[in-house]
């Protein structure tokens, strides 16, 4: 089957670091993407990895690994407005898309 | 702002009457999907779309129907609604150029009594 995996939960202070971690088996591979949801909202686009390598946009960095079916996340400088739930995908081919069951990120003050 | 807009933003509806969900762009992108999201499952593709008339299944079409007459509509029917189709439904929109990224509308709330 095909499935990706991420934390359930993280929890970070404010200032701080934090990554996530995505793993993912698919029958196909085009890119792994990286999605915010804040509750009661709709995902929004981060950043996209379609070769291997680190991708940075301001605070927010994402790495791929294409040989480890493997990639995280990186949010520098956490603020509390990053509390919110993010999410990977993977681009299997033909433009469909599989995504994750997401990470709740928490931001302590 | 891609100019996704969904309708309704939420309905509640009886177990076994039908339902339809519809989702608006302004921007005339060729690909449109539909998404249900419930909690530990992420967002779990229904339905997509690759042109007028095109369409394909994702991985939970059962109970499910699209069309898309026209490039800016892409309608979500359910056929015959169950309690286990209570969900938010997000419709997205992929944007190309550079990155392979998806544009997701407000999302519609249904409860399925």
């Known amino acids: 089957g095909q499935s990706l995996e991420q934390p359930s939960e993280v929890t970070a202070v404010e200032g701080a670091i934090v990554q996530i971690n995505c793993t993912y088996q698919?029958?196909?591979?085009?890119?792994l993407s990286w999605y915010q949801q804040h509750d009661g909202g709709a995902p929004t686009f981060l950043s996209y990895?379609?070769?291997?390598g680190l991708e940075e946009t301001g605070r927010f960095s994402s790495f791929l690994s294409r040989s480890d079916s493997y990639g995280y996340l990186l949010l520098q400088e956490l603020q509390m407005k990053d509390s919110a739930s993010y999410f990977c995908?993977?681009?299997?081919?033909?433009?469909?898309?599989?995504f994750g069951t997401g990470t709740r990120l928490k931001v302590l003050a | 702002d891609a100019g996704i807009t969904q309708s309704p933003r939420h309905k509640v509806t009886e177990t076994g009457t039908p339902v339809t969900l519809r989702c608006h762009q302004t921007?005339?992108?060729?690909?449109m999907y539909w998404y249900r999201q419930d909690p530990g499952h992420g967002l779990r593709l229904i339905h997509y779309?690759?042109?007028?008339?095109?369409?394909d299944k994702g991985e939970v079409s059962d109970g499910y129907s699209v069309s898309r007459s026209k490039t800016e509509d892409f309608l979500l029917t359910l056929e015959s609604a169950t309690s286990s189709q209570t969900s938010v439904y997000f419709c997205?929109?992929?944007?190309?150029?550079?990155?392979?990224?998806?544009?997701f509308g407000p999302g519609t709330r249904l409860t399925v009594t």
């Open positions: 698919t029958s196909g591979f085009y890119g």
């Open positions: 995908a993977v681009s299997s081919g033909t433009y469909k898309y599989i």
């Open positions: 921007e005339n992108h060729r690909y």
């Open positions: 997205a929109i992929r944007r190309t150029g550079g990155f392979d990224e998806q544009y």
């Open positions: 990895n379609a070769l291997d």
């Open positions: 779309s690759y042109g007028v008339k095109d369409t």
